[in-house]
C-alpha cells in the first residue's frame, strides 16, 4: 500500500503555473520588444527619408546652380559677340547642334519682347507666362516648375540678360529637364517606390518630378487636398508640418497612413529657389524591408527559444518530480526492509485515526534479535529482518500497512473485518517465522520467534498516542509470558 501526500494533480498544477508565467513573460517580453523595435524603425525611416532629401536637394542646388551658370555663360558670350539684332543672336545658337541632353530647349528674346524660338517652344510661353519671369532676370531669373509639352516631364526655364545691336537689352532663355533629380530618385533599392515634389511654401501648390505613378509625373498637386484625405490624428500632424513649410523651417519630416500605406515624408528648403521646397515621400514598408527581414528573424529566434525553454522546463520538472519522488522514497522507507519508516508511520497512522477507521495497531518485535547479532553478526541479523519482513507482508495481506519502527520493532496497521481474522493472520504469521533458516556457517539452534501486542481503534484508545501506549503494554504482557506469541490489549484489561 502506498502513501501518496503530493497528489498528481498538484503537482500537473505547479507544472501549469511554470509554463503559464513562461507564457507571460515571453508575451510581455515581445510586446515590449516589438514596440521598440517599430519605434526604431519609424526613427530610421524618418532618419533616412531625411538623409534622402537632403542629398536630393544638394544634387538640386548644384543642378541650379549648373542651370545658372550655363544661361549666364550663353548670355555672356552673344553679348561680346555685339550682334546687330536678336535675329542675328538666335541664328547664332546653331539650334540643330545643341546635345537635348544637356537642355530641352534654348531661344531668344528681344527688347520688344519678341520670342525667337519653335512654334512649340512660343506655345510654352503662352501657356506659363514665361515673360513675366524674363522681365525678373537680375542677371539671371528661374520660372516655376511646369509640365512641358515639349516632352511631358517637369522642366525649368533659366532667363538671363545680354545685349546686342545699339545696346539693347535682350535676355536668353533655356529650359532644362530635372533630370538630376530623377537619376538620384530611381535607384535599385527605390525603384519607382519613391515619390519627389516640389512645393511652393505660400500657394503649398507642389508640381509631381518623380512618382510610382509615370501618368502623375508633371501634375500640380496641392498639400491641403492630401491633409483633407487623412483621417487624425495623422490629419493634425500634416498640418503642423504643412504650417513649418510656410514659416520657413528648413527642414521637417512627418509620418503618417494615407490609402492604408505608411509614408514617412520630409522636406528640405531649396536655397537656388526661394520659396520652395524639395519634398520626398517613401512607404516605410520600403524603407524597412531590411530591418523587417531582421526583426522577423528575431522573433523566430525568440519563438524556437522559447520552445526549447518550454522543453527544458518540461524536461528539468520531469526530473526534479523524479528526484524528488525518490527523495521521498528515501525519507519514507526502510533502506534494508523496504518498509515505511517510522517517519512514514507518523504521517499515515494519523490520516487513518482522524478518517476514524476501525484498525488494530500490532506492535510487534523480534525475539531474541540481540543474541542472533552477538552470535551469528550483523549480516545474520540483516538477513532475519529481510525474511521476518517477508513473511509479515504475505501474512498480513494487502489492507495492512506495514512499519520498521526501529531496530527489531515493526508495527503493523490492519484494517479491522474482525478479531478471528487478524488472530488468523499472526497465527500464520508465527508459523512461517519459525520456520526460518538464517544464512549462517555458525550452528544455531534457536527458533525464530516473535512477540506482538494488538490494540484496537477506537474501542481501546481515541488517539494515536494511546493507541500506541495500548498496544505497548499488550507486548510487555506477551514477554512476561515467555514471548513466542501475540496478545490483545483487551485481555489485559478484564484481568
Not at 503559464?20 to 527619408?49: E, P, W, Y
Not at 538666335?90 to 531668344?108: A, P, T, V
Request: proline residues 2%.
Amino acid at each position: 500500500m502506498r502513501m501518496d501526500r503530493v497528489g498528481p494533480k498538484r503537482r500537473g498544477k505547479s507544472l501549469f503555473i511554470i509554463l503559464g508565467l513562461c507564457l507571460i513573460v515571453f508575451i510581455v517580453a515581445i510586446s515590449l520588444f516589438i514596440a521598440s523595435f517599430n519605434k526604431l524603425m519609424s526613427t530610421h525611416d524618418q532618419n533616412l527619408s531625411d538623409e534622402i532629401c537632403t542629398i536630393m536637394t544638394e544634387k538640386m542646388n548644384i543642378a541650379i546652380d549648373s542651370m545658372n551658370t550655363t544661361t549666364q555663360g550663353v548670355a555672356t558670350v552673344l553679348s561680346i559677340q555685339d550682334y546687330r539684332n536678336a535675329e542675328e543672336a538666335y541664328n547664332s545658337l546653331n539650334i540643330d547642334s545643341i546635345e537635348k541632353d544637356q537642355f530641352l530647349s534654348i531661344g531668344i528674346i528681344d527688347a520688344d519682347k519678341n520670342i525667337y524660338a519653335t512654334d512649340a517652344e512660343k506655345r510654352e510661353f503662352d501657356k506659363w507666362n514665361l515673360m513675366a519671369t524674363a522681365e525678373l532676370a537680375d542677371p539671371v531669373s528661374m520660372s516655376v516648375p511646369y509640365r512641358s509639352m515639349l516632352c511631358g516631364q517637369p522642366v525649368v526655364t533659366m532667363f538671363s540678360k545680354f545685349t546686342y545691336g545699339n545696346n539693347e537689352k535682350g535676355w536668353v532663355f533655356i529650359t532644362h529637364r530635372f533630370r538630376d533629380l530623377e537619376e538620384i530618385a530611381y535607384t535599385d533599392s527605390m525603384d519607382k517606390d519613391i515619390d519627389v515634389e516640389l512645393l511652393n511654401s505660400q500657394s503649398l501648390n507642389s508640381i509631381i518630378c518623380v512618382s510610382s505613378d509615370e501618368n502623375a509625373v508633371g501634375r500640380w498637386n496641392n498639400e491641403y487636398l492630401v491633409k483633407e484625405s487623412l483621417d487624425d490624428p495623422a490629419g493634425k500632424q500634416f498640418n503642423k508640418w504643412l504650417e513649418s513649410i510656410k514659416n520657413g523651417e528648413s527642414n521637417n519630416s512627418i509620418s503618417y497612413y494615407y490609402n492604408g500605406v505608411h509614408y514617412t515624408q520630409s522636406s528640405t528648403k531649396i536655397a537656388t529657389m526661394p520659396g520652395w521646397y524639395l519634398i520626398v515621400r517613401i512607404p516605410s514598408s520600403k524603407l524597412s524591408d531590411a530591418m523587417g527581414h531582421f526583426r522577423n528573424y528575431v522573433l523566430n529566434f525568440v519563438i524556437i527559444l522559447l520552445i526549447i525553454v518550454i522543453i527544458l522546463v518540461i524536461s528539468m520538472y520531469q526530473l526534479n518530480r523524479r528526484e524528488n519522488q525518490l527523495l521521498e522514497e528515501i525519507s519514507e522507507h526502510d533502506t534494508l526492509t523496504g518498509l515505511f519508516n517510522r517517519r512514514a508511520f507518523q504521517l499515515f497512522a494519523k490520516d487513518r485515526i482522524t478518517k476514524g477507521r476501525n484498525t488494530a495497531l500490532v506492535f510487534i518485535d523480534v525475539d531474541h534479535f540481540k543474541i542472533v547479532n552477538d552470535t551469528l553478526g550483523h549480516d545474520a541479523g540483516d538477513d532475519l529482518l529481510i525474511k521476518f519482513t517477508d513473511i509479515l507482508t504475505d501474512c498480513l495481506g494487502n489492507d495492512s500497512v506495514i512499519f520498521r519502527f526501529g531496530g527489531d520493532e515493526f508495527i503493523a496497521l490492519i484494517d479491522m473485518e474482525s478479531e478471528e481474522v487478524v488472530n488468523t493472520k499472526m497465527l500464520k504469521a508465527l508459523k512461517e517465522v519459525h520456520g526460518i533458516k538464517l544464512n549462517s556457517t555458525v550452528v544455531f539452534d534457536e527458533e525464530m520467534s516473535f512477540s506482538a501486542g494488538i490494540a484496537r481503534f477506537p474501542l481501546d484508545a481515541e488517539n494515536l498516542e494511546e493507541l500506541i501506549k495500548c498496544a505497548d503494554e499488550a507486548l510487555y504482557q506477551i514477554k512476561e509470558n515467555g514471548r513466542d506469541g501475540f496478545c490483545w490489549y483487551k485481555n489485559i484489561q478484564n484481568k
